[in-house]
C-alpha cells in the first residue's frame, strides 16, 4: 500500500510564503514524475508543477519565478516552496507522484491541503 501524505497548507497574508511537503510511503520500488496541482471550487485541476526523477521542473505560467519544486530521492519528498503568494492562488494543493512498487507502476494522490491567501 502507498501513500502520500502531505502537510504545510494554512492561511497566510498576501506577498507572503508557506512550503508544502509531500512525503510518499508504503512498498516503494521507485517514484518516477512528482508533482503539484491545485483545485479551486468551479475550476478544473490544474498542473502547478512538477518535477522528473533526475530533477528536470516545469511550471505553470502562473507561478514561475514565484514558486520552486524540490524533492529529496531519499526521503521519497517532494516539496513546494510558495513565495509572493497572491490570493489567486488559494486552493487544495494536492500532491502527485508515479510510483513503480514491486508490483505494478501507478498513479498516486495525497489528500489534499488547503492553502488561502488573504488580501
Known amino acids: 500500500q502507498v501513500q502520500l501524505v502531505e502537510s504545510g497548507g494554512g492561511l497566510v497574508q498576501a506577498g507572503g510564503s508557506l512550503r508544502l511537503s509531500c512525503a510518499a510511503s508504503?512498498?516503494?520500488?521507485?517514484?518516477?514524475?512528482m508533482g503539484w496541482y491545485r483545485r479551486t471550487p468551479g475550476k478544473q485541476r490544474e498542473l502547478v508543477a512538477a518535477i522528473s526523477s533526475g530533477g528536470s521542473t516545469n511550471y505553470a505560467a502562473s507561478v514561475k519565478g514565484r514558486f520552486t519544486i524540490s524533492r529529496d530521492n531519499a526521503k521519497n519528498t517532494v516539496y513546494l516552496q510558495m513565495n509572493s503568494l497572491k490570493p489567486e492562488d488559494t486552493a487544495v494543493y494536492y500532491c502527485n507522484a508515479d510510483i513503480a512498487t514491486d508490483k505494478w507502476e501507478d498513479d498516486y494522490w495525497g489528500q489534499g491541503t488547503q492553502v488561502t491567501v488573504s488580501s
Open positions: 508504503g512498498s516503494i520500488f521507485s517514484i518516477n514524475d
